[in-house]
């Protein structure tokens, strides 16, 4: 190799690198702009504490374990599947969590059976 084809291929090396971290940083610069208008609520509903069994009973009623949007149904003589669209809900977690805190309420602090609510 001769030290005019090692140049080049460093120095292209070099910029393709460069130009890397460029966008790379754009990126993260882009992402740190990026304002969250749930955050207030994620964290109230990350924060409720169940301490009551009649509110945690509540909590297990109203919201399903399983998405019930998802069906299948029978459309022109195929079956069509709906897929769940609870991962949509940009809350979804938070939710989600606020059950299985009530649901480990009631098992754990209460020792309730929460079989029905599974």
């Given amino acids: 190799m001769n030290v005019m084809q090692h140049t080049i291929e460093s120095l292209h090396l070099e910029n393709w690198i460069y130009s890397r971290q460029r966008r790379q940083s754009y990126r993260n610069s882009v992402k740190a702009r990026k304002i969250d ?14 301490k009551n069994s009649v509110i945690a009973h509540r909590i297990c009623k109203s919201i399903p374990s399983q998405c019930p949007f998802e069906r299948e149904i029978k459309l022109f003589g195929r079956l069509v599947k709906i897929p769940p669209m609870c991962k949509l809900n940009p809350l979804y977690n938070e939710v989600v969590g606020l059950r299985f805190r009530a649901i480990c ?12 609510y599974c």
């Fill in 37 to 50: 208008l749930l955050a207030p609520l994620r964290q109230w509903l990350d924060n409720i504490e169940v």
């Fill in 105 to 116: 309420y009631l098992a754990d602090v209460c020792g309730e059976d929460v079989s029905l």
